[in-house]
Nanobody, 119 residues
Framework: QVQFVESGGGLVQPGGSLRLSCAASGSFFSIYAMGWYRQAPGNQRELVAR??????????DSVKGRFTISTISRDNAKNTVYLQMNNLKAEDTAVYYCNLLLRTSSNYWGQGTQVTVSS
């Protein structure tokens, strides 16, 4: 069982910034990667950014240079990752989901946090 605590979403004006956080805990071992995906109404869920425990990162082309994912930190059995989002655009509006991928290929999702970019 995996528990997620996601926070940091909200309403921001174009050009603004938000920082999402995700803490995953539970009875699991051997994390391969943590990351963020997003889903806008009518669209499929898409990768935003992901980082492996080895430090390798993947970003969607649309967010490169604007978003930065942190390394995975572990403290008191919680594995935490942050997504710093700068120069936000209206097209970044979506529900953002934290993802945990284990080395066993088991895949877990957070409950999602809404990001709305609007003037």
């Amino acid at each position: 069982q995996v528990q997620f605590v996601e926070s940091g979403g909200g309403l921001v004006q174009p050009g603004g910034s938000l920082r999402l956080s995700c803490a995953a805990s539970g009875s699991f071992f051997s994390i391969y990667a943590m990351g963020w995906y997003r889903q806008a109404p009518g669209n499929q869920r898409e990768l935003v950014a992901r980082i492996t425990t080895g430090g390798s990162t993947n970003y969607a082309d649309s967010v490169k240079g604007r978003f930065t994912i942190s390394t995975i930190s572990r403290d008191n059995a919680k594995n935490t990752v942050y997504l710093q989002m700068n120069n936000l655009k209206a097209e970044d509006t979506a529900v953002y989901y934290c993802n945990l991928l284990l080395r066993t290929s088991s895949n877990y999702w957070g409950q999602g946090t809404q990001v709305t970019v609007s003037s």
